[in-house]
């Protein structure tokens, strides 16, 4: 497929619309992404034509279900290059991966006085998990901090680390700064000090090429939602080793091998994991959305982004009153714009940009603790994605150039 964000966008059908009078313009991919109509015609074919239940019928329709659900895991495999499809398992999402891990490697890794490393950048969902896990086993929660320019300080990192760290569970990518952290160098030193690496990669997968042996990381976890497929359908990738060591969190049907009355033993990888029936349809619907992002080439995806911040990032630096969040080198960020305009609140600010067509989020972008940091409760942001393009980007200044002087002078 050769590359034009403007025939791209007319795979999804949802981008041709009005809303408020205005042609939509949408820059809310960091918490979701749009769908191509090959993988809305594909879940909806599954429906239509394959659906049963997967691995337990030897019916024709449920060899068809099964068959096309291990077929998206091949995918998935091969999209971030994992040594093999036992090594990725189906979850509803990061939040779920990242949870599995906490609860699951974390409790039988993590003893009383042991420490767990995050950052201070990270999603809730990269927080909560491990607040909770070092409550549980009396462990101690430790912060790496963020430069002034908003990059993870790896001098924080290097200090932090100890013969007590057992974890360290950092975004591939900010989902507010949008800086692209070094990953490969950071397994390093994390497996210098004998501790796992567990990656947040929601905000990478989407954006760039992701091989997980390369970058040498203990688990990953992303979501299908954000790189185009459907909601409440995600991955964990761990080495498997690990996950061997492993309990599984959920138990019940699917993953079992043999149940007695008082004991029971489970499937072998990856099916131990994945208790009672999974979401074929979001799983076959991701496979159909890495084919779609295959075909246009993930380099292709990354290189338009860079393109699209090159082309706005000037206009936005000559609005006076607006401040941008995370590195000023566009090399060092993907397309999250996360901002302030002025002393304007950013819902204020996100409600009249609706106004003018132009869908972004405004809030604490479940980031709290970075908010903090960065001496904001809130935020505005932008986030651009491969159906975005230059006309999107220019209604995206001028909606912030209007909403601007509605605040000051009343008028838009």
């Not at 394959?50 to 995918?75: D, I, P, S, W």
Request: hydrophobic fraction near 40%; charge should be negative; include cysteine.
């Amino acid at each position: 497929m050769s590359f034009s964000a403007d025939k791209i966008k007319a795979d999804f059908m949802i981008l041709n619309q009005l809303v408020n009078e205005e042609p939509l313009v949408y820059l809310d991919n960091a918490a979701t992404s749009q769908k191509p109509t090959t993988v809305l015609a594909t879940v909806e074919q599954y429906y239509r034509r394959n659906n049963a239940n997967v691995h337990r019928g030897v019916h024709t329709l449920a060899e068809r279900a099964t068959a096309q659900y291990e077929a998206a895991r091949q995918k998935v495999q091969h999209f971030i290059h994992a040594k093999e499809s036992a090594e990725v398992l189906f979850t509803r999402g990061t939040t779920t991966s990242l949870n599995w891990v906490a609860k699951s490697y974390g409790e039988a890794s993590v003893h009383q006085g042991d420490e767990i490393l995050i950052s201070v950048m990270e999603h809730h969902s990269n927080i909560v998990p491990w607040q909770q896990l070092a409550k549980r086993q009396q462990a101690v929660l430790k912060y790496i901090d963020i430069t002034p320019e908003g990059l993870l300080d790896m001098n924080s990192l290097r200090s932090q680390l100890t013969s007590k760290t057992k974890i360290v569970s950092l975004a591939h990518v900010s989902n507010v700064l949008g800086v692209v952290n070094p990953i490969q160098e950071i397994a390093h030193l994390v497996h210098e000090a004998g501790a796992v690496l567990v990656v947040d990669g929601a905000q990478a997968v989407p954006h760039q090429k992701v091989d997980v042996q390369e970058l040498d990381v203990d688990f990953y976890a992303f979501s299908g939602h954000k790189m185009l497929g459907p909601t409440g359908i995600g991955v964990l990738y761990g080495k498997r080793h690990l996950l061997e060591q492993m309990e599984p969190v959920e138990f019940g049907g699917e993953m079992i091998d043999i149940v007695t009355e008082q004991e029971s033993t489970w499937k072998e990888l990856p099916w131990k994991f994945e208790a009672g029936t999974p979401n074929i349809a979001g799983a076959i619907g991701l496979g159909a959305a890495i084919d779609y992002m295959e075909a246009i080439g993930v380099d292709n995806i990354q290189q338009h982004e860079q393109e699209l911040m090159q082309y706005l990032w000037p206009k936005l630096t000559a609005i006076p009153g607006l401040t941008i969040y995370g590195p000023a080198k566009l090399e060092q960020r993907t397309g999250i714009i996360t901002f302030n305009l002025e002393d304007i609140h950013p819902h204020d600010v996100a409600t009249a940009m609706d106004m003018e067509g132009v869908a972004i989020r405004a809030g604490n972008h479940c980031t709290q603790p970075l908010m903090t940091r960065l001496g904001c409760g809130s935020s505005a942001r932008a986030s651009f994605y491969v159906y975005n393009t230059t006309a999107d980007a220019d209604k995206f200044v001028e909606a912030l150039i209007a909403t601007k002087e509605f605040f000051s002078y009343g008028t838009i």
